[in-house]
Protein backbone atom coordinates (compact mmCIF):
# COMPACT_ATOMS: atom_id res chain seq x y z
CA UNK A 1 0.00 0.00 0.00
CA UNK A 2 1.47 3.30 -0.98
CA UNK A 3 1.15 6.29 1.47
CA UNK A 4 1.01 10.28 0.52
CA UNK A 5 4.15 11.81 2.44
CA UNK A 6 3.01 14.08 5.73
CA UNK A 7 1.47 17.19 5.04
CA UNK A 8 1.48 19.16 8.18
CA UNK A 9 -1.87 20.58 9.41
CA UNK A 10 -0.23 24.25 9.94
CA UNK A 11 0.85 24.95 5.65
CA UNK A 12 -2.26 26.65 5.21
CA UNK A 13 -1.98 28.85 7.81
CA UNK A 14 1.76 29.59 7.38
CA UNK A 15 1.34 32.96 6.34
CA UNK A 16 -0.55 33.83 9.47
CA UNK A 17 1.87 31.93 11.62
CA UNK A 18 4.62 34.45 9.91
CA UNK A 19 2.51 37.40 10.52
CA UNK A 20 2.12 36.62 14.57
CA UNK A 21 5.89 35.96 14.65
CA UNK A 22 6.77 39.05 12.85
CA UNK A 23 4.54 40.91 14.95
CA UNK A 24 6.79 39.33 18.24
CA UNK A 25 4.17 37.44 19.35
CA UNK A 26 5.68 33.89 21.17
CA UNK A 27 5.57 30.50 20.10
CA UNK A 28 2.66 29.65 23.08
CA UNK A 29 0.41 33.10 21.49
CA UNK A 30 0.85 32.14 18.21
CA UNK A 31 -0.55 28.66 19.19
CA UNK A 32 -3.46 30.50 21.10
CA UNK A 33 -4.06 32.71 17.87
CA UNK A 34 -4.95 29.53 15.80
CA UNK A 35 -6.92 27.86 18.32
CA UNK A 36 -8.89 30.88 18.73
CA UNK A 37 -9.29 32.24 14.96
CA UNK A 38 -9.33 28.55 13.49
CA UNK A 39 -10.04 25.84 16.70
CA UNK A 40 -6.45 24.46 15.30
CA UNK A 41 -5.08 22.63 18.28
CA UNK A 42 -1.07 22.49 18.04
CA UNK A 43 0.93 23.00 20.71
CA UNK A 44 3.71 25.72 20.57
CA UNK A 45 6.81 23.39 19.66
CA UNK A 46 5.32 21.92 17.02
CA UNK A 47 4.69 25.51 15.56
CA UNK A 48 8.53 25.92 16.49
CA UNK A 49 9.83 23.08 14.60
CA UNK A 50 7.07 24.00 11.52
CA UNK A 51 8.97 27.62 11.43
CA UNK A 52 12.41 26.28 11.69
CA UNK A 53 12.24 23.89 9.01
CA UNK A 54 10.71 26.42 6.66
CA UNK A 55 13.06 29.64 7.55
CA UNK A 56 15.18 30.37 4.49
CA UNK A 57 19.06 29.88 5.19
CA UNK A 58 20.83 32.69 6.52
CA UNK A 59 23.91 34.25 4.88
CA UNK A 60 27.12 32.48 6.44
CA UNK A 61 29.56 34.86 7.98
CA UNK A 62 32.92 33.98 8.93
CA UNK A 63 36.30 35.10 10.80
CA UNK A 64 39.71 35.81 8.62
CA UNK A 65 42.81 35.05 9.65
CA UNK A 66 46.60 35.56 8.57
CA UNK A 67 47.84 32.39 9.87
CA UNK A 68 48.03 28.86 7.38
CA UNK A 69 45.40 26.64 7.88
CA UNK A 70 45.42 24.38 10.71
CA UNK A 71 45.44 21.42 9.04
CA UNK A 72 47.52 17.91 10.01
CA UNK A 73 50.71 18.12 8.39
CA UNK A 74 51.70 15.21 6.27
CA UNK A 75 54.34 13.31 6.48
CA UNK A 76 56.25 14.94 3.65
CA UNK A 77 56.38 18.38 4.47
CA UNK A 78 58.25 19.70 7.77
CA UNK A 79 56.71 22.11 10.03
CA UNK A 80 58.59 25.99 10.68
CA UNK A 81 58.18 27.04 13.94
CA UNK A 82 55.55 30.12 13.77
CA UNK A 83 56.88 33.31 13.43
CA UNK A 84 56.85 35.88 16.87
CA UNK A 85 56.04 39.05 14.96
CA UNK A 86 52.78 39.21 12.67
CA UNK A 87 53.25 41.09 9.55
CA UNK A 88 51.55 44.74 10.43
CA UNK A 89 48.78 45.01 6.88
CA UNK A 90 47.93 41.24 5.11
CA UNK A 91 45.20 41.08 3.48
CA UNK A 92 42.72 37.87 4.02
CA UNK A 93 42.08 35.33 1.24
CA UNK A 94 40.27 32.26 1.33
CA UNK A 95 42.88 30.58 2.71
CA UNK A 96 43.69 32.34 5.76
CA UNK A 97 39.84 33.02 7.11
CA UNK A 98 40.62 32.51 10.82
CA UNK A 99 41.66 35.63 11.45
CA UNK A 100 39.22 38.58 13.56
CA UNK A 101 40.21 42.34 13.25
CA UNK A 102 38.09 43.99 15.98
CA UNK A 103 38.58 47.27 13.74
CA UNK A 104 36.90 46.04 10.91
CA UNK A 105 33.33 44.57 10.23
CA UNK A 106 33.17 41.01 9.05
CA UNK A 107 32.80 39.85 5.44
CA UNK A 108 30.72 38.17 3.35
CA UNK A 109 32.29 34.88 2.72
CA UNK A 110 31.18 33.49 -1.19
CA UNK A 111 29.10 30.72 -1.20
Known amino acids: MIRKPFQSKLIPHLEIIRECR ?3 MSY ?3 AGELRSRFGLSAA ?3 IFAFVKVRSRRRAGFALLTTEPSRRAPSATT ?3 PPSPVRPAA ?3 TAANWHFYDPNKPLEKLPS
Do not use: N
Open 28 to 30: PQV
Open 78 to 80: QQT
Open 44 to 46: PST
Open 22 to 24: AKG
Open 90 to 92: QTP
